[in-house]
């Protein structure tokens, strides 16, 4: 039992320092197995006398986890699929809905007495510099009234604006109350939402976040696509208002909308006129030549030194049309993972042959 506790405790340990190093990964997490009740039974020492007592087994019942094994199993099956493609360039499906979408604004109901419930809906969670910000508040099984909307800056809560909200027609037993709020040059960093309504004498707060921001940077256009290797190179072209160290991330789809690849660069870049590369590696085009769609960008301003907040840029166009581009000038050769990644998997499977 001692040697079970010693694995388990050493999984224990070895699960919490892999965060350290493990690639970054937008994939889903496998799910968790709820571990089963193992017995074990402990037979007594064997003695030197023939006519001794024979002592009762001793039961004992523990929760244990999964075999340490399979838990290993595990590690090494993804960590072998993350390590088929390059970090840059991760392949792209439908059902990588967060991925797909990574602007959007989660709505969380709020049960309310008598199975009503209410809430807060945005059409986005991060606005750009002028952009007016409209709210919502939808109302299911129950009656409210004088509806008011609020919004604090969450760095120093002070009050940005204030307005009441107006009665929209909604279907059967629902209730829709809209304002939209007018940005002022202030509003830069995260914001909290407060709506305030009446009901059964009672009045209520519902509250939510999102983020505003004066754009850093802004993408303009795409440049014409090159091969390199095995990599098919985008240039994305911007103009940056504060230097330092950028990070894009952009969907490729083909022209029918279907995803083919979630493409990141990170680069340093100044002020004025600027280039950022996305490179899309040949297996995630899946033998598609385009023409393709580049879309669904969020480029960030990286933090410099702790406890500044990372800054957002926006894009011109929502999507860019790339040309036709013949998948022959790109070499076959398969993506090499680093000795360090390597040697990661290795010690992986080796834990899960154990």
Do not use: C
């Not at 204030?162 to 509003?187: F, I, K």
Request: hydrophobic share 40%.
């Amino acid at each position: 039992m001692k040697k079970v506790i010693m694995v388990v405790l050493a999984l224990a340990a070895l699960l919490s320092g892999l965060w350290l190093f493990w690639r970054a990964s937008d994939q889903p997490a496998h799910p968790v197995t709820v571990p089963e009740v193992a017995t074990i039974a402990v037979q007594p020492a064997a003695t030197a006398k023939a006519k001794a007592p024979v002592k009762p087994t001793i039961t004992v019942t523990e929760r244990l986890p999964e075999p340490v094994s399979d838990s290993f199993k595990l590690l090494a099956t993804a960590y072998a699929s993350e390590l088929q493609y390059p970090g840059y360039s991760r392949p792209l499906s439908e059902a990588d809905s967060h991925l797909l979408h990574p602007n959007i604004y989660v709505v969380q109901p709020v049960p309310l007495e008598g199975g009503a419930s209410a809430a807060i809906v945005l059409p986005k969670y991060r606005f750009s510099y002028p952009e007016a910000v409209p709210v919502s508040l939808q109302v299911t099984g129950l009656t409210v009234h004088s509806v008011s909307v609020r919004l604090h800056s969450e760095q120093d809560n002070t009050l940005l604006a204030s307005e009441a909200m107006q009665q929209s027609t909604a279907p059967g037993n629902e209730q829709s109350w809209q304002a939209e709020l007018s940005p002022e040059d202030d509003w830069n960093g995260p914001v909290e939402i407060s709506v305030t309504f009446s009901a059964n004498g009672r009045e209520q707060t519902l509250k939510t976040g999102f983020l505003y921001s004066h754009p850093v940077a802004t993408i303009t256009g795409v440049g014409s696509s090159r091969g390199v290797g095995s990599d098919m190179l985008i240039p994305v072209k911007l103009q940056v208002e504060q230097a330092g160290y950028y990070r894009l991330r952009a969907n490729l789809f083909t022209a029918e909308r279907q995803p083919l690849a979630l493409l990141t660069a990170t680069e340093k870049l100044a002020e004025g006129n600027g280039e950022l590369t996305l490179r899309a590696y040949k297996a995630v085009l899946r033998q598609q030549e385009g023409p393709y769609i580049l879309s669904s960008f969020v480029l960030e301003r990286r933090p410099a030194v702790p406890g500044e907040l990372t800054r957002y840029g926006d894009s011109e166009q929502s999507e860019y049309p790339l040309e036709f581009f013949s998948l022959s000038q790109l070499t076959d050769e398969p993506f090499q993972a680093s000795a360090e990644e390597q040697q990661r998997l290795q010690f992986l499977q080796q834990m899960a042959e154990q």
